[in-house]
């Protein structure tokens, strides 16, 4: 059994708006819908796990039927970081049937399924796997307001989601460290386990929108597919 767990409760305050970013809409659906739509039609994907704030649960939980998502297999409440709400969305996972998750950020409507697909298969075979995308500018390294140095890019990757993990390497991973605000993704506490996470390609189109500007981008490159 392949599970997901989309994490969408995180209160959005950098977008300046009084409603979340994961529940601002773009040709009338919030973007959260198209983060869902993108598991529910990538064939290894058996169920979903939705975790949201608590207030927007039983609200949320009528807008998912109009778009039929039989893949959805619940709706839980997240936590106070993003650390705690994936926790909570490996909790719902039945251990006895699992075998891979994918973690994926409820703000990036934009991943393809087969970018989905092939983390997952990377996962399977390796145990653990991120989805990157290149740096396209260049990177300084900065101290006391002066550039130190020039990075090579050309040895550094973006993390994007879905990470993906055997349910047993991702278990562990959360039960043997301690995490906080500074853990932004999952593939730090399986590195911070000596665990080697692979990589896979994907593509720059798959943004997580943070800030204004890049809600209107969605929508253009939305308007595309």
Not at 89 to 111: K, M, Q, S, Y
């Amino acid at each position: 059994m392949n599970s997901a767990i989309i994490v969408a409760a995180g209160s959005g305050t950098r977008f300046g708006t009084d409603k979340a970013k994961q529940f601002l809409e773009i040709f009338g659906k919030p973007v959260v819908i198209y983060a869902l739509e993108r598991f529910e039609f990538c064939p290894q994907i058996d169920e979903i796990i939705l975790v949201l704030p608590t207030a927007e649960i039983k609200n949320f939980q009528k807008i998912t039927e109009k778009y039929n998502l039989k893949k959805l297999f619940k709706i839980i409440a997240g936590g106070a970081t993003r650390a705690d709400s994936v926790w909570n969305g490996l909790n719902a996972i039945d251990a006895e049937t699992a075998e891979i998750v994918a973690v994926h950020d409820g703000a990036r409507p934009l991943v393809a399924s087969e970018e989905i697909t092939k983390t997952i298969e990377k996962a399977r075979e390796t145990g653990a796997a991120c989805l990157v995308a290149n740096v396209t500018d260049t990177i300084k390294e900065i101290k006391d307001g002066k550039i130190v140095q020039t990075i090579d890019r050309t040895k550094l990757r973006r993390a994007l989601t879905p990470q993906c993990f055997r349910y047993k390497i991702l278990k562990r991973a959360f039960e043997e460290n301690k995490f906080d605000d500074a853990v932004t993704d999952e593939s730090f506490l399986a590195e911070k386990l000596g665990i080697e996470v692979s990589i896979v390609e994907g593509s720059g189109r798959n943004i997580k929108i943070t800030h204004e500007e890049d809600l209107s981008l969605a929508e253009s490159l939305l308007s595309r597919c």
